[in-house]
C-alpha cells in the first residue's frame, strides 16, 4: 500500500508539472497590437454561394503586431578586403574578435592604416533594422594619442566613420549609422549580411592598438519567438464563443488576409445559417501563451457582413464582383501599411488587379482564393496590356462572360485560360471554335451542303461578340473573312 501510494503522489506531481511546464516554457509576450485590420472599422466577411451553392468563405484582415526592441552583436569571423595592420599573433581578424585586450592590432604610424573584416550572416529571425553601431576598443601605448576611425567596406567601395581618440588606457569607443551610407536607405538584413566592417588606426607617437571589434544592430522584432501559425489562429464560433466551428492558423504576423473556406456539404454538417449569430475571433493558442487575456479579439457577425457573392453587386469596382472589390480594397488597407517597394495592386485600363507579389500575400492567407476569384489574379497569371485599343461599342459594358454566362462559367473560362496560356476571352472564343467547328462537320457529313456549313461557321463570330468573347468590330471582319474563304473553297468544289 505505502508503494502505491508513492506511485499515486509521482504521477499527480508529474502531472501537475506536465500542466504548468508548457506556461513557463512556451508562453510568449501579448502582441502590441491585435486587431481586423489597420483602420478604425473591423473588416472581416462571409462570403457565400462563392464556388458552389451554399458554401461559405469568411474571410478577415488580421492584425497582429509585435514591437519589441532587441539587438544582435556580430564579430569579425574570416579576413576582409583589407588587411594592413599589425598583429599581436595570429591572423589580424583574430585578434580582434575576441574579449581579450592582450591581443591586437597595432601600427605607429601618424597616417591612417586600414583592416577589413568579415563579419559572416546575421542570425537573428526577422525585424526592421533601427541602427547598427560599430564598436571598437583603442589605446597607446606610451605618450602619444591613439585615433581609430571605424570603417566599412559595401559593395566594392570604403565608407569611414569619425575619428576617435584615446590615451594610455584601454577605451571602448563607437558610432552609430542609422542607414546605409552606400544607399542612404534603412539597413536590410542583406546589407548586414554582405557588411565588411573594419577599423583605421594612426598615432601621434609610440604605437595605437586595437584589441576588439564589433557591431551592434539594433532592431524592432516583429517576430516574438514564435511563428504566426503555431502561437495565432482565427477562428469562427457561436455567438457565446464556447463553440469553435471551423479554425486555421494565422500564416503572418503584421497585416495579413486570413480565410476560411467550407464546403456546402461542411455548411450544412455543422448546422451553419445565414441568418445565425456567430462569431470571429483571432485568438492565441492556449497552448503557448500563459493566459487568454491581452492576445485575442473577437468580433460577431451582423446581417451586413453576409454577402452574396452570386449577385455581383458592383463595388464601383468594375467588372462587378463582390468578393474581387472586398480583396482589392483590403490589398490597398495592406499596401498603405506595408508601403512596399513593389505595389501590391496594379490597374490595367481603369481595373485592378494583384500584382504578383499581392497574389502571393492573399494565396498565403486564403488558400485556393484564385479558383474562388480567379479574375482577381489575372495580372499575375497572364500577360495584360495596358495600351489596348479601347472598345468602340458600348455594349461591352454588359457584354462580357460574367454576365451573359455566369459567375461559374466566368470563373471556368478564366481557369482555363490560366491552362492554356490565355485571357478569359481568347480560352471563350476556342471553346466555342471547337463546338462549332464540331458542329460544322457533322452538318456536312449528313447534309453535303456547303451553304449549311457557310451559314453556321459565319455567324459564329456575332455569337461570340454576343458573349462578349470578341468586339463587335471584329466579328464583322472575322465574318467577312469566313463567308469569303469558305464560299471560294466550296464554289471551286462545286459543293455549294
Not at 585586450?101 to 597595432?106: I, L
Not at 526577422?126 to 566599412?152: C, D
Not at 452574396?308 to 462587378?320: E, K, R, T
Amino acid at each position: 500500500m505505502r508503494y502505491l501510494k508513492r506511485l499515486l503522489t509521482t504521477l499527480l506531481i508529474a502531472f501537475s508539472l506536465l500542466c504548468i511546464l508548457p506556461s513557463i516554457v512556451f508562453a510568449l509576450a501579448n502582441p502590441d497590437s491585435i486587431a481586423f485590420g489597420t483602420g478604425d472599422a473591423p473588416n472581416y466577411k462571409v462570403f457565400y454561394n462563392v464556388l458552389e451553392d451554399d458554401d461559405w468563405l469568411i474571410v478577415a484582415e488580421s492584425f497582429v503586431y509585435y514591437n519589441e526592441s532587441t539587438y544582435e552583436t556580430i564579430r569579425p569571423d574570416a579576413a576582409g578586403s583589407e588587411t594592413s595592420l599589425t598583429p599581436s599573433a595570429g591572423a589580424n581578424w583574430a585578434c580582434v574578435s575576441d574579449s581579450n585586450d592582450a591581443t591586437y592590432v597595432s601600427t605607429n604610424s601618424s597616417t591612417y592604416i586600414r583592416d577589413l573584416y568579415s563579419t559572416g550572416n546575421h542570425t537573428a529571425p526577422s525585424g526592421i533594422i533601427t541602427n547598427i553601431g560599430i564598436y571598437f576598443r583603442i589605446m597607446n601605448s606610451g605618450t602619444g594619442t591613439a585615433y581609430g576611425v571605424p570603417q566599412m567596406y559595401i559593395g566594392g567601395n570604403n565608407y569611414n566613420g569619425s575619428a576617435q581618440t584615446s590615451t594610455t588606457a584601454w577605451s571602448t569607443k563607437n558610432e552609430v549609422f542609422d542607414s546605409n551610407p552606400a544607399t542612404g536607405n534603412a539597413w536590410s538584413w542583406q546589407d548586414i549580411d554582405n557588411l565588411q566592417v573594419g577599423i583605421s588606426l594612426a598615432a601621434t607617437a609610440n604605437t595605437t592598438m586595437c584589441s576588439e571589434v564589433w557591431v551592434v544592430i539594433s532592431y524592432t522584432r516583429d517576430n516574438p519567438g514564435s511563428e504566426a501559425d503555431e502561437a495565432f489562429m482565427f477562428e469562427l464560433l457561436n455567438s457565446s464563443g464556447n463553440t469553435t466551428y471551423a479554425t486555421v492558423p494565422l500564416q503572418a504576423y503584421g497585416d495579413r488576409p486570413i480565410g476560411i473556406y467550407l464546403s456546402a456539404s461542411e455548411v450544412a454538417t455543422l448546422g451553419l445559417s445565414i441568418t445565425g449569430n456567430y462569431m470571429v475571433r483571432i485568438a492565441g493558442n492556449p497552448i503557448v501563451f500563459a493566459s487568454p487575456t491581452g492576445n485575442s479579439v473577437n468580433a460577431t457577425l451582423g446581417a451586413s457582413d453576409y454577402v452574396d457573392q452570386l449577385l455581383g453587386v458592383d463595388g464601383g469596382i468594375a467588372p462587378a464582383n463582390n468578393l474581387r472589390n472586398y480583396m482589392i480594397g483590403m490589398a490597398g488597407n495592406i499596401e498603405d501599411y506595408d508601403n512596399p517597394i513593389d505595389d501590391y495592386i496594379v490597374t490595367v485600363k481603369g481595373v485592378r488587379y494583384l500584382s504578383t507579389s499581392g497574389s502571393s500575400i492573399f494565396l498565403e492567407g486564403v488558400p485556393n482564393l484564385d479558383s474562388m476569384c480567379p479574375i482577381l489574379f489575372q495580372y499575375s497569371s497572364e500577360t495584360l496590356a495596358g495600351d489596348t485599343p479601347d472598345s468602340t461599342g458600348a455594349y461591352q459594358s454588359v457584354m462580357s462572360p460574367l454576365n451573359r454566362w455566369g459567375q461559374t462559367a466566368a470563373n471556368g473560362l478564366t481557369n482555363l485560360g490560366v491552362y492554356l496560356g490565355l485571357n478569359q476571352q481568347m480560352a471563350g472564343s476556342a471553346l466555342l471554335l471547337v463546338l462549332v467547328g464540331g458542329l460544322a462537320v457533322f452538318t456536312y457529313m449528313k447534309t453535303q451542303s456547303g451553304i449549311s456549313v457557310l451559314l453556321l461557321i459565319g455567324v459564329t463570330p456575332f455569337i461570340g461578340a454576343w458573349m462578349g468573347l470578341i468586339p463587335m468590330a471584329l466579328a464583322f471582319v472575322f465574318a467577312i473573312l469566313i463567308v469569303v474563304l469558305l464560299g471560294f473553297f466550296f464554289l471551286s468544289r462545286g459543293a455549294l
